[in-house]
């Protein structure tokens, strides 16, 4: 076993311009959580690092940047899983918090649940994390493209890290503001366990980005673990994965995956990807926006 981190910036289209935001965004991330994992950290402790560092840039639709729905609002969606325990938490549809992964995190060291809107951001004010006005998750750009209903091909997307530890904790987390314009009230995968993310020690986790509608059906994360099965390697489970969404719903999609030992996968059917890892095996960390 050695210690390995995965996180992606989403499946989606990126221009040659926004290149060197998403690699440069997703590197930043994992030296976040790689510091704590080498620094003795668990996997809990790297993978709410890593997202946070990416909630804190505009290049993701997560947090700060968060796309606008059809009402010219941001709600964001977030969620954590451990393979231990089984244990997680998530947030959905929520507009005060400016760490969504946080609060989840903190969920789920209380009691694995799913708080939605104005009961998630109670929870957070209750437990001290950083609150904002609504307001502050929105960046300009995303205004100024909600406002001119423009065609935008390379619009951001979800974010997301798997982690394992030194003690073979694998975890899991993913922080969206969802689809652009999606109707107001609508919620995706990623704070759905087994759809958005999922964690099992004995196999491995995942974290999936994409057509929220799409992956819902297929429960992509889970099923990109169940491929691990007989010691598949996560390369081929997570493409096996992406290649039974493409069959069974259409729809885009990206997962990243680790197994039980921190061997790496990721797959996705979108234009391109953002993806950077680094393992104990690696001397420098890895970044694409394409495999
Ligand atoms: N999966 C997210 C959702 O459907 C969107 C994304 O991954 O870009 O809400």
Redesign the pocket.
Known sequence: MVSSIIVHG???TISKDKARANTAGCMAAVQAGWSILTGGGNAKDAVEAAIRVLEDNPTF?ASIGATLDSDGEVFL?AAIMEGKTYGWGGVAAVQKVRHPISVARKIMENKSMLLVSKGAEQFAAERGDEMCAPSELISDEQRREWEEQEAVLDRP??VGCVALDDNGLLVAGTS?G??ANQPPGRV???ALVGC?LYADNNLGACS??????S?IPVVLAKTAIDFLVENRHPQQAAQMAIDKLASQVKGEAGCILLDHQGQVGWAYNSQDMAVAYMTAKMDKIAVFTKK
Request: glycine residues 28%; proline residues 0%; negative net charge.
């Open positions: 989403g499946a989606k639709n969606d997307a979800t969206t969802g689809l995706g995968d990623s958005g999936t980005t994409g057509d929220g509608e992956i």
